[in-house]
């Protein structure tokens, strides 16, 4: 019998409005003893079932799967998957030469929270977010090989340090399925050629989800000298060249990081192109840069991984943001974002409008971005709006 969630009286209103999780707070009682990653219902107070998900230890309580009382079993995992699968089809993304690598499912915005899938060529990474998951990661992975068939020759598994590490699974990287033909691909991206290692890289490999603000920043470097701090693997910066940037500068405190950044964008253009790849603190970098730049990209990572630090965050993220308004250059451009899931984009709107205020410079927003289609928020649940990004232009 499926162990049993039972909750506080007046608990289940966010769930009425289906929101795919469950705090710990929440809860009155257990029955059946559940662990963490077991499948439970979910009772409101008066009895009535009202959802199914994961236990977890910890404030969020349950991750839910379903509100329907239906059979988490194979068939059921294929069926999510191949409608994630339908929503990139429907993005041009499944079958595009241009662009071979995507995400496939983006946890709660795919209604499978903690679990993330990208696509690499015909290698498959998968990283799971939570205990569940992790147990569940074969039948997601089955789910894979069933939709993709011979388009996919590897799965693998980098889930090793984005579960709980307190859940005692002694987690590894390594391949669920098949072998993969390299573990350094050269994938496509509207075009442009990256290496991506998804065993050694960041993340799952690359960072996929700025795909189409590079985009957008090909369209604006167009004779401009740019600099791109954070830079790891340089996608920005090969979007800057090859919109006809004069000159690229890639940072980033990673001396591996700026390695893979001058690797692609020699892969593009050759050992002649004008970038350089620099390896130092970009808040320190920064500080002294003069006037040298017209384009400047900032999209470091998340200065807050949660709500107690918000407030050191936002003045890191304020600090960055002055430094580079005083010393762009006239008519400059500055690409801006934080990716930290618990700033709002209206605090980091507001953020940018006091780094604006200190430096004393005329500025205009001429774009605000988010996350691509790819990476999908639920209506249910807007905490997965984690990318936020502004466009502006500097007088």
Known sequence: MTPRLILKRGKEESLLRRHPWIFSGAIEKSEGSPEEGDIVDVYTHDGKFIARGHCQI???????????????????????IREAYRVRQSLGLTDNPQTTCYRLIHGEGDWLPGLVVDIYGETAVIQCHSVGMFLARGEVAEAIQKLYGRRITAIYDKSSQTVPYNAGLNATDSYLWGTPTTTNEVVLENGNRFAVNWEKGQKTGFFIDQRVNRELVKQYAQG??????????GGFSVYALAGGAVSVDSVDSSERAVQLA??????NFGPDAPHRAITADATEYIRGIGSQYDMIILDPPAFAKHHKVLGNAMQGYKRLNAHALRQIRPGGILFTFSCSQAVSKELFRTTIFSAAAIAERNVRILHQLTQPADHPISIYHPEGEYLKGLVLYVE
């Open 58 to 80: 910890g404030s969020i309580a349950v991750r839910v799967l379903t509100f329907v009382q239906e059979e988490i079993d194979s068939a059921w995992w294929l069926a999510r």
């Open 224 to 233: 401009r000298t740019v600099l791109n701090t954070f830079c790891y693997t």
């Open 262 to 267: 001058a690797e692609n964008v020699e892969l």
